[in-house]
């Protein structure tokens, strides 16, 4: 079955450590999209790529790093320079192409600074 | 001003009821829009998109009022299962090969037995 698969479903950190947060699709789609959700908050996107090697900053960039190698895969390193990284973290994939088509998005990662 | 404002509720309704939420958009050039729904401690489902013309899937109906800049999504015989929060979605493309995807901050509904 086609799908987005976000691993791991929940990621401890200690202070001062890097992490990398997997994101990988089969949906054949060209756009995928990294987003952050604070509690009683709307989702706010970090990083978005429509194509392989190429990404785009979104509103919240700042201590977030990208790579998209592969048309499937769209990894997301939270560094040390991200001051507030508890957080649910939602990878999302879309077409890019018809307007009228939604994104689906990966089970998400549960990040906790311990 | 947030680009997409909702009512976070919570709504109470007791199953059966009809329910309807709204949602105001500020970019006029916004393009599609979409309601998602979120369960609890899960990541957000496309619950339907919206038409210029209203449209409806089975006990949902999602309406869109461009002169007005808002989107209402209305649920019919509520069920128990409708508990969820639901998200306003408006996308748009501010350039050629670039678009963006805002997402309200939800309302939160429960059904009541």
């Known amino acids: 079955d086609g799908g987005i698969t976000q691993s791991p479903k929940y990621l401890f950190r200690k202070e001062g450590q890097n992490v990398t947060l997997s994101c990988e699709q089969n949906?054949?789609?060209?756009?995928m999209y990294w987003y952050r959700q604070d509690p009683g908050q709307g989702l706010r996107l970090i990083y978005y790529s429509q194509i392989v090697n190429d990404f785009q900053k979104g509103d919240i960039a700042e201590g977030y790093s990208v790579s998209r190698e592969k048309k499937e895969s769209f990894p997301l390193t939270v560094t040390s320079a991200q001051k507030n990284p508890t957080a649910f973290y939602l990878c999302?994939?879309?077409?890019?192409?018809?307007?009228?088509?939604?994104?689906?998005f990966g089970s998400g990662t549960r990040l906790t600074v311990v | 001003r947030k680009e997409v404002e909702q009512d976070p509720g919570p709504f109470n309704v007791p199953e059966g009821a009809t329910v309807a939420f709204n949602c105001t958009y500020s970019?006029?050039?916004?393009?599609?829009f979409f309601w998602y729904r979120q369960d609890c401690r899960k990541e957000p489902k496309l619950l339907m998109s919206?038409?210029?013309s209203g449209n409806e899937d089975g006990r949902f109906t999602a309406q869109l009022n461009r002169a007005s800049q808002y989107i209402s999504l209305l649920i019919r015989d509520s069920k128990l299962s409708d508990s969820a929060t639901y998200l306003c979605v408006v996308r748009r493309r501010p350039s050629l090969g670039n678009e963006k995807l805002t997402f309200g901050t939800g309302t939160r509904l429960t059904i009541i037995p």
């Open positions: 949906l054949n789609h060209d756009a």
């Open positions: 919206v038409y210029s």
């Open positions: 970019n006029s050039a916004s393009q599609s």
């Open positions: 999302a994939s879309g077409t890019g192409g018809s307007l009228n088509y939604g994104y689906t």
